[in-house]
């Protein structure tokens, strides 16, 4: 017996030594892969701060002639030397409003009818069709807006708009004015319609997410579609719904191409969304490449980075509303 015992000895070593070398492979493959991580992360950091430091950087020379007034001031004018942000922030936010009002409810329904409603056969052709709408490049979508879209509206839509909802005291001024065509609102129906896939998109496939037994048991109760959907399936995936909102928000904030084609580019604030107006984005891809002058190309370049901010702004919005969201879930 203790022959075999001493015999045995140096295989156990054997064995235990092999381990050890597995796992010490083991863990220089972690700490590799672990490496290699924690420096995608910081390249990502490293490259953001770069992108505002340059804009900064290179929107000092403005700041230093304008200081704030840049943001409250529409005036943009080349010859004299003089600019201000005011008319492409308001642009900015109108065209993405409207897009927005747009987007939401027909993106958020033509995810219920395709989860909920929709024949089987049908949901993966519609839904291939619609994911293929995010992947048409912006300047087609500029290029279609401008010889088709704002004709049909300059011919059929706004003269409508214009008799009835113009004469409205108050809101009417939204509506009044010369049928153009382009515009502000055409802007924003363009841009509602090329973010309309990511919310489309996004809310099905957090839609699929729900448990079955949930919607069955709302069904069990009597619930009609339109109950089980508001009552159960939503709030459920409020969160992904909500995420989904915010990266088309993002687009439609920095949409260029598209933009440029049918807004009219105009540095001015009008109260009627049926006139020219102009977006950050568009001011910079119109005029870059004909900006002369350090002040010039500098107040391009400060209107980039107000777009940087603004965007910043409204994903620290969205990521605040969807902790306080889990939060209140969890509780």
Known sequence: MADITLQDRPVARRIDAGRAAVLSRFRT????????????????????????VSLVVGSLPAFNAFGW???????????DDVYGALGAIYGTIVTSL?????????????????TELCPFGLRKPIGMAIELLAGIPSIIYGIWGLFVFAPFLQSTVEPALI?????????????QGPPYGIGVLTAGLILGIMVLPFISSVSRDVFLTVPPVLKEAGY?????????MRNVVI????????????????RALGETMAVTFVIGNAHKISASILLPGTTISAAIANEFTEAVGDLYTSSLIELGLILFVITFIVLAIARYMLLRIQRRAGA
Request: hydrophobic share 60%; aromatic share 8%.
């Open 163 to 175: 008799a009835v909802l113009g004469p409205i005291p108050v809101f009417g001024a939204l509506f």
């Open 29 to 52: 493959v972690d700490s590799i892969f672990a490496g290699l991580t924690l420096g995608a992360a910081i390249l990502v950091l490293v490259l953001l701060g770069g992108v505002l």
């Open 98 to 114: 409207i897009a927005m009002a747009i987007a939401i409810p027909v993106g958020i329904g033509i995810a219920i009818f395709l």
């Open 235 to 250: 709030p459920f995936s409020r969160t992904g719904v909500i995420g989904g909102v915010m990266l088309a928000l993002g």
């Open 220 to 228: 069990g109760l009597g619930c009609t579609t339109w109950e089980v």
């Open 69 to 79: 007034r840049f943001l409250v001031t529409q005036t943009w004018n080349p010859n």
